[in-house]
């Protein structure tokens, strides 16, 4: 079975900060990962994939994450926060050798981004 | 915009009463995936179709049921609610069942008084 444990479901930063928000993951197969953002009242919204190929995966709105195998971890970056950025995070795992591949969520991270 | 649409946005209703949720993915995928969302349990897989057929079920209860329609859309229907069964329910897809990126819709929260 996979399960993803993200850490800090709180995390504070400072407008222009680096972001890092933690996630590891526990999978029997080979994962896929991801990360999706939930902003207020709305849907989630697919930031970045990692589907075995580049370890460092680049999403959109300058966050990025590196798969570290040794690690079991996909942690996500960027290196300077925008208020905008404020938002509910969730780390999600995907893996089967059945064909389907429903995705395992963490808990989620709340960033918050002061000024 | 995901390209995914649910319908509607809200629902209210009571306790023992039966709701349709619906769904229609995004141009081209042919898979369906729901998930719950509630402050306890977090996102939780319910159920997933592919072009028609159900593929893999999660943590749906009994009184949960859904479908796969000829043009794609999906129902998720929910009966004999409960307190604890007001929650955000997203549907999500994907171009077919061995794709892992999944796009979600916006959502539809339910509230059972």
Not at chain 1, 56 to 79: D, M, R, Y
Not at chain 2, 9 to 18: E, F, M, N, V, Y
Not at chain 2, 91 to 106: I, K, L, M
Request: aromatic share 12%; net charge neutral.
């Amino acid at each position: 079975a996979q399960s993803v444990t993200q850490l800090g479901s709180h995390v504070s930063v400072s407008e222009g900060a680096l972001v890092l928000l933690r996630c590891n993951y526990s999978s029997s197969v080979p994962p896929y990962l991801f990360w999706y953002v939930q902003y207020p009242n709305q849907g989630l919204q697919l930031l970045l994939k990692y589907t075995s190929a580049a370890t460092l995966v680049k999403g959109i709105n300058g966050f990025e994450a590196e798969f570290k195998k040794s690690e079991t971890s996909f942690h996500l970056t960027k290196p300077s926060a925008h208020m905008s950025d404020a938002a509910e995070y969730f780390c999600a795992v995907s893996a089967s050798n059945t064909g389907f591949q429903k995705l395992v969520f963490g808990t989620g991270t709340r960033l918050l981004v002061s000024p | 915009d995901s390209g995914v649409t649910q319908t509607p946005k809200h629902l209210i209703t009571a306790t023992g009463q039966r709701v349709t949720l619906r769904c229609s993915p995004r141009s081209g995928d042919l898979s369906v995936y729901w998930y719950q969302q509630s402050l306890d349990q977090g996102l939780q897989f319910l159920i997933q179709y592919y072009n028609g057929e159900e593929r893999a079920k999660g943590n749906i209860l009994e009184r949960f049921s859904a479908q796969q329609f000829p043009d794609l859309h999906s129902e998720l229907n929910l009966s004999s609610l409960e307190l604890g069964d007001s929650a955000l329910y997203f549907c999500a897809s994907s171009v077919n069942e061995r794709t892992p990126a999944q796009y979600f819709g916006p959502g539809t929260r339910l509230t059972v008084l």
